[in-house]
């Protein structure tokens, strides 16, 4: 008899996003001539940079050739791309080309990630969050078992951000072992200063615990003192590990290519108490389960680097942030809290009082036709709250909003907010 891995059981429902599809794919067979605008899914619209296209017609052409053609290359990532994010990343913060590694996605590290860690380990992520923190943690068997009443699960510590804190995490009240910090958040779209990352990489180092960033969206950063690498901070190269991606920097939702950064000074520890470098370890799990990044991938990614592909980048991000300007003056104008906005792509708004949000997700849907995400099911701190984002395209993303600030005027004349 072949059991299963029972910890899947405890996940709950389906997965966020295919809960949202399957309803606005309902929605619209049964209303075809209205025209559903998404602002839910974190998909970038805009095309993928001419400097990247350029660089990759010029690898498939390589490819095509005796002299040009590449099989199985380093696992970790070649050398010109391990060796430009070292340079236009990390640059005067001690980074080494060895400590970075390429891969196809944040998401796809975020959750491979739990791979190198004790099963024993306790585990505080902020809430609410990108569920894959989560549901990669319950199906390796380290959540325990889901709580109805609280929508917890046992075993996990839970950091809430809200309004009532700023959305600013507050330290675990406990010892943990592994802290998920994502800033610029997601779902948020709030940030961590300097001082308040601080404390955490504090923490970390007087418990010999690692903290887990995910920084996926820093290229969206405008304010001065929010960091753009946790290792802007002292002492995060003994206790952190990052991730990074090209998705929403660079448009390569489709594309796939990101990095994690595991400085070799970082540790983890035996039952005994024996130090063992988390590098080393990522790197065989790495060899042992990913063949590397396709060459004409990487290709395009160290092409994000030139001066031409930065100016393109920087014109992209701005058009993203010009739509998140609109998307929360608009929301404002109509009567409505919102948060985030200003240093990420998503704007955290807070729903009528007394309404849930995938009850909001509904009404909105029905009566304006635009899709978000409801705050729920990034976690039980995200009740009362709902997500937009930026990365629809202008006139799509201004319908929306026209849309949603008709919608919102209607409730305050109901007395709703």
């Known amino acids: 008899m072949a059991n299963v891995n029972e910890n899947f059981l405890k996940l709950q429902d389906s997965y966020l996003f295919s809960t949202i599809a399957k309803k606005v794919a309902k929605f619209t067979e049964e209303n075809p001539n209205k025209k559903v605008i998404k602002l839910g899914i974190g998909d970038v619209t805009r095309p993928v940079i001419p400097a990247v296209l350029s660089a990759m017609h010029k690898a498939v052409d390589e490819m095509g ?12 990532g070649y050398d010109f791309l391990r060796n430009a994010i070292v340079e236009n990343e990390y640059k005067n913060l001690g980074i080494e080309p060895d400590e970075i590694f ?53 075993n996990i510590v839970y950091l809430p951000v809200n309004s009532s ?48 960033f995910d920084s996926a969206y820093e290229a969206f950063i405008t304010e001065k003192d929010i960091p753009h690498s946790i290792y802007e901070i002292e002492g995060a190269k003994e206790v952190a590990i990052e991730f990074k ?17 595991i400085p070799k000074t970082v540790y983890g520890y035996t039952k005994a108490g024996e130090k063992v470098s988390l590098n080393k370890l990522w790197n065989r799990r790495t060899t042992t389960k990913f063949n590397g990044v396709s060459y004409v991938v990487q290709r395009a990614a160290e092409a994000i680097y030139t001066d031409e592909g930065k100016k393109q980048i920087k014109e992209n991000i701005e058009y993203y942030q010009e739509n998140a300007r609109v998307i929360k003056e608009g929301l404002q104008e109509a009567g409505f809290t919102v948060y985030g906005g200003v240093n ?72 709703k907010i």
């Open 65 to 76: 050739t005796k002299e040009g053609f590449r099989g199985y290359g380093p696992e970790q």
């Open 102 to 154: 390429v891969s196809d996605g944040a998401k796809c590290d975020c959750g491979n990630i739990v791979d190198i860690f004790g099963m024993e380990n306790k585990v505080a992520i902020t809430d609410p969050v990108y569920p894959v923190y989560i549901d990669t943690n319950v199906i390796s068997g380290r959540s325990g078992n889901f709580n109805e009443s609280t929508g917890t699960y046992e």
């Open 344 to 415: 990420a792509p998503y704007i955290w708004l807070k729903i009528p009082s007394g309404m849930k949000s995938w009850e909001f997700f509904d009404m909105l849907l029905n009566e304006a036709n635009v899709v978000g995400t409801p705050g729920s099911g990034f976690g039980p701190s995200g009740e009362g709250y709902f997500r937009l984002t930026a990365f629809g395209d202008k006139e799509n993303t201004k319908e929306a909003v026209e849309r949603v600030v008709k919608f919102g005027k209607t409730l305050a004349k109901h007395n």
């Open 165 to 212: 804190n700023n959305f600013i995490p507050e330290l675990p009240k406990e010892r943990v072992d592994m802290i998920y910090l994502c800033f610029p958040n997601n779902p948020t779209g709030t940030v961590l200063n300097k001082e308040e990352l601080k404390k955490f990489v504090d923490y970390a180092r007087k418990n010999n615990s690692i903290i887990l």
């Open 245 to 261: 991606s090209f998705s929403k920097t660079a448009g390569f939702t489709g594309v796939r290519c990101a990095y994690t950064v």
